[in-house]
Nanobody, 123 residues
Framework: VQLVESGGSLVQPGGSLRLSCASS????????TGWFRQAPGKEREGVAA???????SYADSVKGRLTISKDNAKNTLYLRMNSLKPEDTGMYFC???????????????????WGQGTQVTVS
């Protein structure tokens, strides 16, 4: 299983980005997939997740600004990011898990596979 993120960039506050995560070796339709971020000196935190049945979870800090979606036919996960703030800065990772519990979709330990990350800087 391989996950490859793209789309990170330097953006001004209030700007927008769309991150993508392409997968190979499995199909998104059967996994729970999520986006996590990690700022320097901080722990990795869950941002958004979408389960195999389409159920979605968001961190409170991003509700209304970030939107997770997936295209099962393309095996690609997306994160649309609007109204970006400096505190959104960090390395963004996508992850996939086979047995992610519904109430722990934003917990990193629940996930089995990780990409290498893409950097988002809001400044």
């Amino acid at each position: 299983v391989q996950l490859v993120e793209s789309g990170g960039s330097l953006v001004q506050p209030g700007g927008s980005l769309r991150l993508s995560c392409a997968s190979s070796g499995y199909t998104y339709s059967t996994y729970c997939t999520g986006w996590f971020r990690q700022a320097p000196g901080k722990e990795r935190e869950g941002v958004a997740a979408i389960d195999s049945d389409g159920s979605i979870s968001y961190a409170d800090s991003v509700k209304g600004r970030l939107t997770i979606s997936k295209d099962n036919a393309k095996n690609t996960l997306y994160l649309r990011m609007n109204s970006l703030k400096p505190e959104d800065t960090g390395m963004y990772f996508c992850a996939a898990g086979t047995e992610v519990r519904w109430n722990r979709r934003l917990v990193a330990r629940e996930y089995d596979y990780w990409g290498q990350g893409t950097q988002v800087t809001v400044s």
